[in-house]
């Protein structure tokens, strides 16, 4: 008896701790989600860039130390001899260093270059932000609407339980009964599709929470108007806050000082430059005139100005034609944005005005079915109405409600798009 109430104990503890979310609180959790923080890596990889600037534009140094076994040399600058076997060690040291002046402003250009990339990849995480609120409001406005659905199917099955049980022992009804009981099959196999929609909702939200057993605090779907801008209003916000115009804005920009930057590239670069060699051999004769070459011990030292250039065949003409197809690339999407985007906001619109007009008149026509049905249902009971006029009218308001719920669930997601592509929410509750 002790372990039965320990495990009932347990079942109404797991219960209680369960997480109960609003879609305020399921819309927080998309910024922290694991999709997020594998596009922020985006971000981490485009600040890396502004370091590769630094490198190409700073002083640059260059040194090489070591030493190894030699055989020493014995001699002068006419005539020497080598010894036959390694008996000595030679010390090395190389240092070259380029100090850039000038190199026709091709930093400025590069970190604008990587500014701009830079923005584009935030902008990148934030449609991914989007993206995922977009599915939080499909999942909960969808849970809610099986939710609704499954209510229905229950009580509409509780229902006709109450019509078949009424007419059990009345003379001339088994007919009629058998035709009750057909329809409550097919409306009991209704419910198991309904069912199954909403245990898919219910993997949703595990996914956005990544929680075993979420809780939603409301389980029915139900209609809120709510004010919104006009179509000419919305249209007239977009530039400035769609996300593709914006990210076609800032990388038009920052192709084009990419183009530059890969222009400039191949020019030469002025600046100081510097050297110092150095070579030590102990078991070998230093020559003593200035003038003689020596191999083995050495120390020479230079510094001036002058410019490098490198010249190649292709491959930074190519980095520059790469560079330019990027850019057009960009300016097509931005144009292709700004023709097609407007269309696409005023489709999105007129669905949602028309599933706002649906959700109004059905709420209408839910009410006057659910009278009718009431009335049918007595007669039924009472043995004066035949049972196809309840399977009629169970159809006609099953059908209605189905229209009405769907038309809100309709509304909810025609909002939902729409706030995805004006790059902002539109709905004030979540505001």
Excluded: C
Aim: proline fraction near 3%.
């Amino acid at each position: 008896m002790l372990r039965y109430l320990v495990v009932i104990n347990l079942l109404f503890t797991a219960a209680a701790e369960a997480k109960v979310y609003q879609l305020k609180e399921l819309i927080a959790l998309t910024k922290t989600h694991p999709e997020i923080k594998i596009e922020q890596f985006e971000i981490d990889k485009a600040q890396t860039f502004f370091a590769r600037i630094d490198g190409e534009t700073r002083p640059r140094l260059s040194i090489l130390g070591g030493f190894g076994p030699n055989k020493s040399s014995q001699g002068n600058a006419v005539t020497s001899s080598r010894s036959a076997n390694v008996d000595t060690i030679t010390y090395l040291a190389n240092v070259d260093l380029k100090i850039p002046i000038f190199m026709f402003n091709r930093q400025s250009d590069l970190t604008r270059a990587a500014e701009g990339n830079l923005k584009v990849k935030e902008l990148d995480v934030e449609r991914k932000e989007a993206e995922l609120v977009k599915k939080v409001k499909e999942y909960y406005y969808g849970f809610q609407y099986a939710s609704s659905l499954n209510d229905f199917a229950g009580s509409t099955l509780k229902d006709l339980d109450d019509v078949l049980a009424g007419m059990k022992g009345k003379k001339n009804g088994s007919e009629e009964m058998t035709k009750l009981e057909l329809f409550r099959s097919l409306a009991q196999v209704k419910k198991f599709e309904i069912e199954k929609g909403l245990a898919q909702s219910i993997l949703g939200f595990k996914y956005i929470t990544q929680d075993a057993d979420p809780k939603v605090e409301q389980d029915w779907i139900e209609y809120s108007q709510r004010q919104l801008p006009t179509l000419e209003a919305l249209n007239a916000q977009l530039a400035t806050t769609n996300v593709d115009l914006r990210k076609a804005s800032i990388g038009i920009d920052a192709k084009q000082a990419w183009l530059t930057s890969e222009k400039k590239a191949q020019l030469p670069i002025f600046g100081i430059f510097s050297s110092f060699n150095y070579l030590n051999t102990a078991k070998a004769t230093k020559q003593a005139s200035k003038f003689a070459y020596d191999p083995y011990n050495r120390s020479d030292f230079s510094v001036g100005v002058g410019f490098t250039w490198d010249i190649d065949f292709g491959i930074k003409s190519s980095n520059v034609s790469n560079a330019r197809i990027e850019l057009e690339t960009v300016r097509a999407q931005q144009d292709f944005a700004q023709k097609n985007l407007p269309i696409k906001i005023e489709k999105i619109y007129l669905d949602l005005m028309e599933a706002q007009k649906k959700a109004t008149e059905l709420e209408k026509s839910y009410k006057t079915s659910k009278k009718l049905l009431n009335n049918i249902a007595s007669g039924v009971a009472l043995g004066i109405t035949p049972a196809k006029d309840i399977i009629e009218s169970y159809t006609m308001k099953a059908t209605i409600y189905q229209q009405y719920v769907e038309a809100i669930y309709n509304y909810e997601m025609r909002l939902s798009d729409l706030s995805y592509e004006m790059g902002k929410e539109l709905d004030p509750a979540l505001i």
